[in-house]
T-cell receptor, first 112, second 111 residues
Framework: ETGVTQSPTHLIKTRGQQVTLRCSSQ?????VSWYQQALGQGPQFIFQ???????GRGNFPPRFSGLQFPNYSSELNVNALELDDSALYLCASGGPNTGELFFGEGSRLTVL | EDQVTQSPEALRLQEGESSSLNCSYTVSGLRGLFWYRQDPGKGPEFLFT???AGEEKEKERLKATLTKKESFLHITAPKPEDSATYLC????????????FGAGTRLFVKA
């Protein structure tokens, strides 16, 4: 077990709505990153936070935003949901000097 | 642009039939190459980190190797419980920890 927990595990939204996904990182890990994984694909990097500041972003529009809090928790917010946003959203934490990531079980989002 | 390509997309083996998975990558400067295992409906699980060409890592029936352009995950005498998707990922050394994943190889091991 990685110590990374995500909530909710599953949710259904309709197009145009907004969603907030939550993650509790492993204690001591001050980086958190979020990934989107479509069915049959590898995880796609959304963004990363280090010490509560965004320090890397993938090719995702601004309606994908995030926050990292001092207590090792973080959020992914997605506004104006589109059908193509349906995917597994993964949160991963890592230490400051190692590259390996420790993933949560993911939040499965379905947009109707 | 950084790219990671994995082959084959799917691999079906009999129990005990050894094989290899390939990961070819293009990155401006490699900080590390990673292998993960992902079971259906679960998050990826870290397996190995390789940092430089010639490096090898082993764990049970798995062995990962690295060259300047590709990495191999060798599976020796696989068992049905090795069935999973194996993901390869790279990080570049230009700051931050952006990790680029390949699409994965789905491995099926039949008893």
């Amino acid at each position: 077990e990685t110590g990374v927990t995500q909530s909710p595990t599953h949710l259904i939204k309709t197009r145009g709505q907004q969603v907030t996904l939550r993650c509790s990182s492993q204690s001591g890990h001050n980086t958190v990153s979020w990934y989107q994984q479509a069915l049959g694909q590898g995880p796609q990097f959304i963004f990363q936070y280090y010490r509560e500041e965004e320090n890397g972003r993938g090719n995702f529009p601004p309606r994908f935003s995030g926050l990292q809090f001092p207590n090792y928790s973080s959020e992914l917010n997605v506004n104006a949901l589109e059908l193509d946003d349906s995917a597994l959203y993964l949160c991963a934490s890592g230490g400051p000097n190692t590259g390996e990531l420790f993933f949560g079980e993911g939040s499965r989002l379905t947009v109707l | 642009e950084d790219q990671v390509t994995q082959s084959p997309e799917a691999l079906r083996l009999q129990e005990g039939e050894s094989s290899s998975l390939n990961c070819s990558y293009t990155v401006s400067g490699l900080r590390g190459l990673f292998w993960y295992r992902q079971d259906p409906g679960k998050g990826p699980e870290f397996l190995f980190t390789l940092y430089s060409a010639g490096e090898e890592k082993e764990k049970e029936r798995l062995k990962a190797t690295l060259t300047k352009k590709e990495s191999f995950l060798h599976i020796t005498a696989p068992k049905p419980e090795d069935s999973a998707t194996y993901l390869c990922a790279v990080q570049e050394n230009t700051g931050g920890f952006k990790t680029i994943f390949g699409a994965g190889t789905r491995l099926f091991v039949k008893a």
